[in-house]
Structures are given as C-alpha cells and as structure tokens.
C-alpha cells in the first residue's frame, strides 16, 4: 500500500479542501495532524471515502508528538499548511503566530529530517515536505506589477513576519541539509468552508444576518483571489511534480478591490436570496477605520507554476464567487455552528 500523505492544519479551510480533494480523487490515504484551534472544523472533512482518513490531534509545535506520528505512520509527503493565518488576529495577539507559525514550522522540519535521513534510498528520493504560505511576506505590491519568486520579502503584519520566518526556515533546511522542501505563496483564498472572520464569508453572513458590512478605510485595497479549489489542484501539482528546492507562486489573476468584493456579494445576495423588506443588501455597508499597517495591494504572477507544471486557475471571478456565495447559503448550519469562537466582532485594532 502507497505510503500516506502527511497533512498538517487538515481541518482548517486549505488543509480540508485538500483531503477532500485527495479522499476523493486519488488512490492516497491521508494523515490529519491539527490541533484543533478556533478555526479548525471536524465538520469539513469527508465521512467515508475509497481510502483511509486519519486523526491525529497533535500541536505541531510538539516535537516528540509529532515524532511519534511520523514513526507510526511513515508518510511518503507532507503538506504543511497548519498556521495561525488571521492578520487581525495577529495584530491583537502576536505570540500564537510565533508559536505555531515559526516554532511550529521549526519543529516539523526537524522531525521530517529526521525522518527522511531515516529511509531507504527509493523511499527517501521520493519525499517531499510541501511547505505552504503567503503572498502576504512580500507586503505591498504597490500600483503595479506583481509579487513572483523573487520577490524580496518584506513583511508588514505580525502574521505576515511569522510566515516570512517560516518561509527561510524552510529554504535554509533545504540548502543547508538537503531536506526536500518546495515553498509555495498564494494570494488570498475564498470558497466553502473557510472560517467566518475572513473577509468573503464574514461579509456574506453578517449580510444574511442584516448586519453593517464594515469596509476598512476607503475600500480600495486589492487582493487576487483565488479558489480554494484551484490553490488545491496547484499544490497537488507542486506535491507531484515540483522541484525540490524550488518556489511557485500561485495566483488567479483575479484582482479586485475589496469595496468591489463586498459590492458583488451584496449584488449576488440581492439575486438569488432578497431580504425581506425589500432593501438592498448594498445599504448595509459602511467604512470603518482602517486597521494598522494595512497592506495596499496584493498580486501575484503565476507564469512559473503554468509553464512548469501547466497548472492554471479554472474558475473565473464572477464564477467562483457565485458557487462561494450559493454554498453559504445552503449550508447555514455549518456556519451557524460556530462555538463562540467568532460573534462577528472587529478584530485587530491594536494594542
């Protein structure tokens, strides 16, 4: 039997849409290494399935816990997505994301070395450790051009910092000691069962909620974005066929501003579930101060990823938001199921 894959930060929104794309459309089994944190849903990932689907809740940060799951289950690749991934969040409270997102990635490049030292010759070629991040390490792209694997990083939120630290980490484990790491850095995710703080489902449910619809500053910082699906599809691609050593930037080429971005979704709410008193959903927003140190414009080129891989993104904008904004909409029990770990309230107003 193939050798499972390792997936860290599964039941979180990228690492869930993964195993359920690897649950369903390969011959893989799959290890789920999560702690479990505010953001991570049990709910998410798929019941059943051809292959096996494994539990293990562990703090990646826990070295010999996480030894012990490489020992028993002697993966053939690990997808290391578990992160503190909220820049509000981290503006309010920095430590988890040094702990999960620094320490956390230290800890497992130590055991995955390890571990791959540890193999057999065919077993050890084969190995690949997938290490997940950010277009948000590069900071500001400003008015043009865009973010590409050369881009010099420089980080501007605490989250962005602890990704950026991971990042280097993760090259230096390759070049000094040969592990065989690929980084990727994507641009924003939307999509089903991404946790109600970010910005599409935040804004999608406080909508149906008849919420304000809180817009930072002015509105018109950009973001490309892309489906989680799509992110999905490209690191399998980088999983399989990637260069050790290498980074691919993944990106959509789907840039909007966020007042667009809420404007839309109001546009879509008002066809397809109306309110009520007849108002529009676009009446409900409003501008809020601006959060600190907040990033003008994100984008990426993708042209490596395409010509190397020959991944590209499949969904357009005005595709992806409509089969986004429809799933929210029949799946309210999911996001209603929120345990008090989100109410909707402002985050990262500084300390």
Same mark, same amino acid.
């Given at each position: ?75 053939r ?13 981290s ?54 051009? &865009?973010?590409? @694997?050369?881009?010099?990083?420089? +980080?501007?939120? $605490?989250?962005?910092a602890?990704?950026? *630290?991971? !990042? ?60 989680v ?12 066929t ?26 879509e ?10 108002? &529009?959903?676009? @009446?409900?927003?409003?501008?809020? +101060?601006?959060? $600190? ?5 994100? *984008?990426? !080129? ?9 991944w ?40």
């Open positions: 039997m193939k050798r499972p894959v390792l997936i860290t930060g599964g039941a979180g929104f990228i690492g869930s849409a993964t195993i359920r794309k690897l649950i369903r459309d390969t011959d893989s089994s799959v290890v789920n290494v999560d702690i479990l944190t505010y953001a991570a849903n049990l709910a998410s990932l798929p019941e059943g399935g051809n292959h096996p689907l494994i539990f293990e809740q562990v703090d990646v940060a826990d070295g010999p816990a996480v030894r012990r799951v490489f020992d028993k289950y002697q993966p690749a690990v997808l290391h997505l578990a992160a503190e991934s909220h820049v509000d969040r503006i309010d409270g920095p430590a988890a994301f040094i702990d999960t997102n620094i320490v956390g990635t230290y800890t497992l490049l130590e055991t995955s070395l390890a571990y791959w030292m540890g193999l057999g010759p065919a077993d050890r070629a084969a190995f690949r450790l997938l290490h997940v991040s950010t277009d948000e390490v590069f900071g500001s792209s400003g008015s043009a051009g &865009s973010f590409n @694997e050369t881009t010099r990083y420089a +980080p501007n939120s $605490p989250y962005a602890s990704k950026a *630290a991971a !990042d280097h980490l993760a090259r230096a484990w390759h070049r000094t000691y040969g592990l065989p790491v690929i980084i990727t850095n994507c641009s924003n995710n939307y999509g089903p069962y991404q946790f109600p703080e970010k910005l599409i489902p935040h804004m999608i449910i406080s909508a149906l909620e008849g919420k304000p619809l809180g817009v930072y500053g002015d509105g018109t910082q950009t973001r490309d974005w892309l489906h699906e799509d992110h999905v599809d490209a690191l399998l691609a980088v999983m399989e990637g260069r050790p050593g290498e980074v691919y930037a993944i990106g959509a080429r789907n840039e909007r501003r966020n007042i667009d971005v809420v404007t839309a979704i109001c546009s709410l008002d066809r397809t579930h109306p309110r009520s008193d007849g108002h &529009s959903y676009g @009446e409900l927003i409003t501008h809020v +101060p601006d959060r $600190p140190g907040h990033d003008q414009r994100y *984008a990426i !080129d993708p042209s490596k990823i395409e010509g190397e891989l020959g590209r993104a499949r969904r357009d904008w005005d595709s992806g938001l409509r089969e986004t904004v429809a799933w929210y909409l029949d799946n309210e029990p999911w996001w209603r199921d929120r345990s008090g770990a989100y109410r909707g309230e402002r985050l990262g107003l500084g300390r």
